[in-house]
């Protein structure tokens, strides 16, 4: 009696997306290969600064690990098993029953498929950085910071300005990660690239408009940051469909947004666990139904959390909506103050009844 044999999925992205998406599969039974270009992490920007995982999020990468454990502490065993590397110019096919395309916001599998769908730029760009203060614990600058942010390390600090906006938390091992959120010109990337790495004239007049803008603690914090780089902040118009015949997109490929409703990482690993619930249900050869099935519950969430986090930055950068005043941090009433929080978010707290 032969066994029937298990249904291939080629993954395009190494990113969380991806990664996600490669746990749901395996526990689906299904075969995974993960592609991933980058052999390192992009020079000149601090990786990984920070991610927020909301419940079920965090519910669901449990589920995933051997050790759910290890999600609470501090830092994570990592290690890789590598034989080889070469690089040549050899072209390898690779034969699978689907395509998974968690290739980011500038994927190249979605612009095969919708090739006028653009990035739209919102105006304005992220100045980021984080501040490693292992050994200075008791230095001017941490000892002040706690004093202004005296519940730094358990909340998340947004700093309200004319035009612009802050964001300021701890991460373990005893780091500071900062954002500060200014209007500019649509920066000159390099290819594939959201990130740009500041000159020191650049970072230098930015530590100038900082001391007109804000706290001096949080403006030392910044002053003493290592290497602080610019983030293009980017999403674009959603999509109609987010799968063709066989090629599927997850994460940041299928709905670039900004980053101010803490969405990015937990639509990723959300679209992670309904797609690997949809194959389990439909099998491998009713997989349209599935990527239908898919689609259908993920289009609908993803496009109002996608216009939402486009409406909240419009509201803290000052800039014009249609239906309201400019936000005016010192003049902003309670009810102009209540759109602004985190639960308003559309879905918030709504959970796929295929993951129930």
């Not at 309200?160 to 300021?168: A, D, E, I, K, Y």
């Not at 290497?227 to 118009?237: G, L, Q, R, W």
Request: with cysteine; proline share 6%.
């Amino acid at each position: 009696m032969s066994l029937k044999k298990k249904p291939k999925a080629l993954i395009v992205g190494g990113s969380i997306a991806g990664v996600s998406c490669a746990h749901t599969l395996v526990l689906t039974g299904w075969n995974v290969l993960v592609v991933e270009k980058s052999c390192a992490p992009p020079t000149g920007s601090q990786t990984g600064a920070g991610l927020g995982l909301d419940p079920l999020s965090l519910r669901l990468i449990q589920s995933w690990i051997q050790d759910p454990e290890l999600l609470h502490q501090t830092t994570l065993p990592f290690t890789i098993d590598q034989a080889s590397s070469h690089e040549t110019n050899e072209v390898i096919e690779i034969i699978g029953d689907l395509l998974i395309a968690a290739d980011g916001c500038l994927s190249s599998i979605r612009q095969s498929f919708v090739p006028d769908h653009k990035l739209r730029y919102s105006g304005y760009c992220a100045w980021r950085g984080v501040l490693d203060f292992a050994g200075n614990e008791n230095s001017e600058t941490i000892i002040g910071i706690r004093k202004e942010y005296h519940e730094l390390g358990k909340c998340l600090y947004f700093g309200l300005g004319s035009g612009t906006h802050t964001v300021l938390y701890e991460l373990p091992n005893r780091r500071l990660n900062w954002i500060w959120y200014v209007h500019q010109p649509e920066p000159d990337l390099k290819p594939n690239s959201m990130t740009m790495k500041a000159s020191s004239d650049m970072i230098q007049s930015m530590h100038k408009e900082a001391e007109k803008m804000w706290l001096p603690e949080f403006v030392r914090v910044i002053r003493e940051t290592k290497e602080p780089f610019i983030n293009a902040i980017n999403d674009s118009e959603p999509l109609e469909k987010i799968y063709w015949d066989n090629v599927v997109l997850v994460g940041d490929a299928a709905h670039p947004t900004t980053p101010h409703a803490l969405r990015s990482t937990n639509m990723s690993v959300l679209d992670a666990a309904v797609l690997g619930q949809c194959l389990k249900k439909w099998g491998a050869e009713d997989l349209q139904f599935a990527l239908e099935e898919y689609q259908s519950i993920r289009l609908p969430v993803v496009r109002k959390q996608v216009l939402h986090a486009r409406r909240m930055g419009r509201i803290k950068q000052g800039l014009v909506l249609p239906d309201r005043q400019l936000f005016n941090p010192e003049t902003a009433n309670p009810e102009e103050c209540h759109e602004l929080q985190q639960k308003l978010m559309p879905f918030f707290t709504d959970v796929p009844s295929i993951l129930l």
